[in-house]
């Protein structure tokens, strides 16, 4: 069981600049959720998928986007880069009601 | 806002006990205490969580009061590699609000 992946692990983007993030859940998992996480600080909930529909959203701005594929995988896209957005995304897969299972993360650099 | 009060740090001995603690005193009764951890650069790691009643596996214990307004993470047998940032979390399990609401967690040292 490969558990969560994500990737890219590590990208470089440019102000005002797009960013597609990609997230494979664990095996069975059918709900993706994910966290922005800005140094020094506990993760952020950005928001939850589940059914291929965004069921919760935390305090992000419309900049911040989703999808969820038939296979349960899943994108978070960024537009309109602000040199506020870097930090390491994280993206975690659970089942609806059990605990949730982090990926490694992506870290994005904005400059 | 987390609906938890965590101390900024702490630290033990390798081989003791590390005992985390954690308030919660707002917490409801559908709301389940989790801990999770995080080690330098990797994605946080689920360790336990319990309702109200005190929950054990292969990587810690979990006691919760039984008022629910506080609990302690025990660590039985601390290692270097347990060195992360702890995170006491509670949430409900599923439904509209069961997102995990992270604070700013306890970092703990284990020294040698």
């Known amino acids: 069981d490969a558990g969560v992946t994500q990737s890219p692990t590590h990208l470089i983007k440019t102000r005002g600049q797009q960013v597609t993030l990609r997230c494979s859940p664990k095996?069975?998992?059918?709900?993706v959720s994910w966290y922005q996480q800005a140094l020094g600080q506990g993760p952020q909930f950005i928001f939850q998928?589940?059914?291929?529909?965004?069921?919760q959203r935390g305090n992000f701005p419309d900049r911040f986007s989703g999808h969820q594929f038939p296979n349960y995988s899943s994108e978070l896209n960024v537009n309109a880069l602000l040199l506020g957005d870097s930090a390491l995304y994280l993206c975690?897969?659970?089942?609806?009601?059990?605990?949730?299972?982090f990926g490694q993360g992506t870290r994005l650099t904005v400059v | 806002d987390a609906k938890t009060t965590q101390p900024t740090s702490m630290d033990c001995a390798e081989g003791r006990a590390a005992n985390l603690p954690c308030n919660h005193s707002?917490?409801?009764?559908?709301?389940?205490v989790y801990w999770y951890r995080q080690i330098h650069s990797q994605g946080p790691q689920y360790i336990i969580h319990?309702?109200?009643n005190n929950e054990t596996n292969e990587m810690a214990s979990l006691i919760i009061t039984e008022d629910r307004k506080s609990s302690t993470l025990i660590l039985p047998h601390a290692t270097l590699r347990d060195t992360a940032v702890y995170y006491c979390?509670?949430?409900?399990?599923?439904?509209?609000?069961?997102?995990?609401?992270f604070g700013k967690g306890i970092t703990l040292s284990v020294r040698p």
């Open positions: 975690a897969s659970s089942l609806w009601r059990a605990q949730a299972f």
């Open positions: 095996s069975g998992h059918d709900t």
């Open positions: 998928y589940y059914e291929e529909e965004e069921r």
């Open positions: 707002t917490i409801s009764g559908n709301e389940y």
């Open positions: 319990g309702l109200k």
């Open positions: 979390i509670v949430r409900v399990q599923a439904g509209a609000n069961s997102k995990l609401t």
